[in-house]
């Protein structure tokens, strides 16, 4: 009989105790699309830097999985360092992504695109809606953007995005009402007539 | 999805605020195929530490050696602890229990160490 599958919190364990590389690998295949997907989201659709942040995020877990103490769930922590290696990376290439911001979402590599759940109702809509919110998240700061991602897309209260993105409440509440004002600006083409 | 109150700029902002969270549940029912970036991964990570088989014979005789050089280094030390020792000992009334308790804890050390010992193999 087959075993049932291990629960984060046992694969966990396996990696702290007995360094079991099977384990993390089967952690990191499990959190993958989240984590690749929310990078893309910060990147503001650069795919090729948000899979290298991603694989960066990946290796920092795999290093610091002993300092998890399971208060928050491990995605939560993941994409707290996901959002710590996007912060880095944007401080240090600030004027590079400004210049490139454009033609990173135009150039926009779709060979390995995100598939949509055929479920939604219009996955025409969905594709430009996710083009143009693309571009309309790269004219946020680094701060307001991961502030939407993770209160919208990856749908934590304002509690939790605090946590992951290390600030007080109530800068998370600043960051989105600033970026909400910028976004209603970007994205007046989708406003109700 | 759970709708929590999110800061809206104003009233008029209902359409922005439905559009992010559309935008939000698609986010979450994408999926982005693994394509091999696991295994990229799995072999980027550091080789693991493996320590060599003749480290625990290697520190065992580094114990003697030392324990040897200790004896040697401190002429007389250890047969005049040993002595004292023994004098102590001797000189205590010594009752049966007590022996069993002297061989209880001796073989619990010893069973512990054992345990510990197999443990890390």
């Known amino acids: 009989m087959a075993e049932p599958p291990l629960n984060d919190a046992e694969l966990i364990a396996r990696v702290v105790v007995h360094d079991d590389r099977h384990a993390f690998s089967e952690l990191v295949r499990r959190h993958q699309s989240a984590v690749r997907t929310t990078l ?20 920092l877990a795999y290093r610091n999985l002993k300092s998890f103490r399971q208060e928050a769930r491990f995605s939560t922590w993941l994409y707290r360092i996901a959002t710590n290696a996007f912060l880095a990376d944007a401080r240090k290439r600030k004027e590079e992504l400004l210049g490139d911001r454009d033609s990173d979402v135009a150039d926009d590599d779709d060979s390995d695109a995100v598939i949509f759940d055929s479920a939604g109702p219009d996955p025409t809509r969905a594709t430009t809606l996710r083009v143009d ?13 991961a502030a939407i991602v993770q209160c919208y897309h990856n749908d934590l209260s304002h509690e939790e995005a605090a946590q992951v993105l290390n600030c ?16 209603k ?6 406003a109700p007539e | 999805m759970i709708d929590r ?8 902002d209902d359409w922005l605020d439905s559009l992010l ?33 003749w480290r625990k014979p290697a520190l065992a005789l ?3 050696a030392a324990g040897v050089a200790i004896a040697v280094a401190l002429p007389g030390a250890v047969t005049d602890v040993s002595r004292e020792v023994l004098r102590v000992i001797l000189g205590q009334p010594v009752s049966f229990t007590g022996i069993a308790a002297a061989v209880a804890a001796l073989g619990t050390a010893t069973w512990a160490a054992a345990a510990i010992a197999l443990r890390n193999d």
């Open chain 1, 185 to 190: 600006a970007r994205l007046a083409a989708w």
């Open chain 2, 21 to 53: 969270r559309a935008d939000g549940r698609e986010h979450r029912a994408a999926y982005v195929d693994d394509a091999g970036f696991t295994a990229r991964l799995m072999a980027a990570l550091p080789a693991p530490a493996t320590l060599p088989a």
């Open chain 1, 133 to 145: 919110m693309d571009r309309a998240l790269a004219v946020l700061s680094e701060g307001e953007r």
């Open chain 1, 40 to 59: 893309r989201r910060l990147t503001a659709g650069n795919h090729a830097l948000a899979d290298d942040l991603a694989q960066e995020t990946f290796m």
């Open chain 2, 5 to 12: 109150p999110l800061n809206r700029t104003d009233a008029g």
């Open chain 2, 62 to 64: 580094l114990w003697a």
């Open chain 1, 168 to 183: 007080p409440v109530g800068t998370v509440k600043t960051h989105i009402l600033r970026a909400k004002q910028k976004l």
